[in-house]
């Protein structure tokens, strides 16, 4: 993916494998009043548009970026404390993507289009997932 957009990359806390991501993202909680995933936090992206001209939300599982879903555009949430927050919607179809190796941090970061990771031919997209462990170890020789 390249372009004048930038993307977003996140842990994905509590979740394991692309399937965990998947279940979390049916259930009702997950979604905003349109019906359509979101994931709340606390900061406004500073390069908004940006992000809307293309970019994509990467997943990071257990270290290891291997799914995106693409940014439809970023709502403001007022939780119960009053306080509003980024609603970052997203498109609800979940593209696998090559493993790549991602160090742990706080909140998220952004990801310049050449610097993503390519997504999985459609073939390889259902195939059951290695260890995550394993997957970084492989990236990181640039066995994919």
Known sequence: MAGGHVNLVKLCVGAERVEDLLHWQ?????????????????????????????????????????????????????????????????????????????????GWRYLGADDAPRDLPEGRAGEEDLPPRLMAALAEIGVR
């Not at 548009?49 to 257990?62: D, I, M, Q, T």
């Not at 970026?65 to 979940?94: H, K, M, W, Y």
Request: aromatic share 6%.
């Open 26 to 106: 049916r259930q009702p909680r997950a979604k905003g009043p349109d019906g359509l995933p979101r994931h709340v936090t606390r900061m406004w992206p500073k390069r908004e548009a940006e992000l809307l001209a293309g970019g994509s939300l990467y997943w990071v599982f257990k270290g290891v970026i291997l799914a995106r879903q693409r940014i439809l555009r970023l709502d403001e949430v007022t939780g119960a404390d009053g306080i509003a927050r980024c609603g970052i919607v997203l498109e609800p179809r979940v593209i696998r993507t090559e493993a790549m190796p991602k160090r742990p941090f706080q």
